[in-house]
């Protein structure tokens, strides 16, 4: 098995899923992803994104949810 | 007794509403600084007790102007029934679990049932009413599965008063409930799932958009013209107007209050477009050339926002709504702008920050025409040809991409990025899409009628005093030297504060060419909003923000009018 490395979810392919490890951002974007659901602990798989800087859509339980390309920056997740 | 309909977004609110209270209902007002919600009745034992179908919301600690709302009409409610998608219950769990440490008794819906069968999900609600401590049914709102259970259960709603936690105590609860409650099986992709994933996808997603947007414009013009042609003008022409012949007769086929009524006659014949009679004209123009349009597009509008694929379109509009100012999600108002100004104005509280508000609302109120607009260019424009409605579409879009371009680069401020949650596809329930339909219509009636037979009202005293003449005379420079109209066309000008549908009208008689008929359909469109629209953009934006679009409207007015004027 790979070794578990740390990227954002921007940087994931399509169809690859992670763990969320860490939010990087103030308490305000901290709090709207966690009412999604977005918050550490979770997995999340990568649906697909959107070029030249678009939204990024990952699936998050059963619940489909679209990040804008800055914010998916700020999101860690810890990927195998 | 006061019920609250609470829960996430896109868990079947309005279809669980509709079901619950029956075609009784009521479209509030939009009072002070809430966004529009739905009431209701319904029967309790013998008590009748109102149902608020409050705003969806993840959360009581507010992230937007739409969800603040929510939480603050909480302390309003006698008893909330908060709905859940099963298929959700997570996520949906955390809310119940903020709900279950306040005060007000709470009764569960889980809601979207029937899905949780074939995607593989076992929810034990014995065990999950246990734990939260309150009654938990099974309902599938579009079929009214449950719906009666429900409401026989709604006496047992509690409120187990869990003390106030953290929110990572929260999901720490939800997740060992879930633990306990939900079993999941693998399901297999289904053909819905698939095209989901094409319609998001950006290289199968754009063209599919571009169908969809092309199919509704072409639907919403087939139902609209046909409605016309085949229903309303023949009625008119059958029946109505022989009738209004002979009140014509009646009143000497002259004077003032035949002008008032009857309006002017057109080879001693009532013209319904042009006679600008309140009786005549003043009916015609709402019901015969409007209504058929307004039915048409808050169908297909319907349509769209209840099978879920507006939000699709937002993710994959984005990048370009970005070059705005504004994301993705503006162009839900956008779209609800294509019908009437007012409620895109109050939607645009679903964007978060000031800045983005103010440009959405400005850009909604110059270059989106509404439905009643667009019903009479249709009717006036595309007389003399498709090419010319393809022009007016066409520069109010070029306008509406510029002036986003430059409030994007001017306007002080921040503009957040893209947040939302993509339902899955759903097949409406036609229960809901008709109440929902039935209420725009009947909005549009009750605002609309009453302002219409004002306008015209106003414009057959003011041609009698000859008012308009002086106005005429003082913008002439204006009216004929930039936008190359007769200077009769101010009348249509100023009329368009009252109404933009009378106003568009007030072209018909002033035999334009095809090219100054562009013109003024489009600076009619830019000019000024309507008095409903100026209102709500007064309200919402603040005195400063409607000075700024004001301004914005002039200038850019002026000059579009002035440049197409130099190229028609």
């Known amino acids: 098995m790979d070794e578990p490395k740390r990227i954002t979810v921007r940087q994931m392919r399509a169809g690859q899923s992670g763990e969320v490890v860490q939010v990087l951002g103030g308490p305000g974007l901290v709090n709207r992803l966690n009412s999604l659901g977005i918050r550490p602990g979770k997995r999340i798989t990568k649906v697909s994104s959107v070029f030249m800087r678009g939204p990024v859509t990952i699936q998050i339980d059963r619940a489909h949810v679209a990040i804008g390309y800055g914010m998916s920056n700020r999101i860690l997740v810890e990927v195998t | ?568």
Request: hydrophobic share 50%; net charge negative.
């Open chain 2, 1 to 568: 007794m006061r019920i609250l309909l609470m829960g996430n977004p896109n868990v079947g609110k309005s279809a669980f509403f509709s079901r619950i209270t029956g075609t009784k209902v009521i479209a509030s007002n939009y009072p002070g600084t809430t966004v529009g919600f739905t009431k209701g009745h319904m029967m309790l034992g013998v008590e009748e007790a109102e149902v608020i179908d409050v705003p969806g919301t993840y959360t009581l600690e507010p992230t937007s102007k739409a969800e603040k709302v929510a939480s603050q009409m909480l302390p309003d409610g006698d008893l909330i029934i908060n709905i859940l998608d099963a298929t959700n219950l997570e996520r949906n769990l955390y809310l119940t679990m903020e709900l279950l440490e306040r005060e007000t008794p709470v009764i569960v819906a889980l809601n979207m049932w029937d899905d949780t069968k074939h995607r593989g999900i076992d929810i034990d609600t014995a065990k999950l009413e246990e734990h939260l401590g309150v009654p938990v049914v099974p309902t599938v709102a579009v079929t009214g599965e449950g719906i009666k259970e429900l409401a026989n259960r709604i006496p047992e709603a509690a409120s187990p008063r869990m003390p106030e936690r953290t929110r990572d105590e929260r999901w720490a609860t939800v997740g060992s409930i879930i633990n306990e409650v939900q079993t999941i099986t693998h399901h297999h992709h289904t053909w819905l799932d698939h095209l989901q994933d094409t319609s998001i996808k950006p290289l199968t997603g754009l063209p599919i958009a571009a169908l969809v947007l092309a199919a509704s414009f072409f639907v919403i013009r087939f139902i609209g013209e046909n409605l016309i042609g085949y229903v309303m003008e023949p009625l008119f022409e059958k029946l109505w107007v022989p009738l209004m012949m002979r009140l014509s007769d009646l009143l000497g086929s002259g004077g003032f209050w035949h002008d008032v009524l009857i309006g002017k006659l057109f080879d001693g014949e009532i013209d319904s477009f042009q006679s600008m009679g309140v009786l005549t004209t003043g009916l015609f123009i709402p019901l015969g050339a409007v209504l058929p349009y307004i039915l048409a597009f808050y169908l297909i509008l319907g349509l769209l926002e209840d099978v879920g694929y507006l939000p699709r379109l937002a993710v994959l509009l984005d990048n370009l709504m970005h070059r705005l100012g504004l994301h993705g999600y503006a162009i839900i108002p956008t779209m609800l702008g294509l019908g009437c100004a007012v409620p895109a104005i109050l939607a645009t509280r679903i964007l978060e920050s000031r800045r983005e508000r103010l440009i959405a609302a400005t850009l909604i109120s110059i270059a989106i025409p509404c439905a009643a607009a667009q019903a009479m260019i249709f009717g006036l424009v595309g007389e003399r040809g498709a090419q010319y409605v393809v022009m007016v579409y066409g520069t109010l879009f070029v306008v509406w991409l510029l002036l986003g371009f430059i409030l994007n680069r001017t306007v002080r401020g921040f503009s957040p990025e893209l947040l939302i949650e993509i339902p899955p596809y759903r097949l409406p329930s036609w229960r809901a899409l008709l109440t929902k339909l039935w209420m725009r219509v009947y909005g549009f009636l009750k605002e609309a009628l009453p302002i219409i037979i004002l306008a015209i009202f106003a414009v057959s005293i003011l041609y009698t005093l000859g008012v308009f003449d002086a106005i005429a005379d003082f913008t002439a420079p204006v009216v004929s030297g930039v936008f190359g109209l007769p200077k009769e066309a101010v009348v249509a000008i100023v009329v368009g504060f009252l109404r933009k549908d009378v106003a568009i009208g007030l072209l018909a008689p002033l035999s334009l060419t095809a090219g100054q008929l562009v013109i003024g359909c489009v600076v009619l469109t830019m000019f000024f909003p309507c008095v409903a629209a100026f209102v709500v953009l007064a309200r919402e934006l603040g005195f400063k923000g409607l000075l700024t679009a004001i301004g914005v409207m002039l200038v850019a007015t002026l000059a579009v009018g002035g440049l197409l004027n130099l190229v028609l």
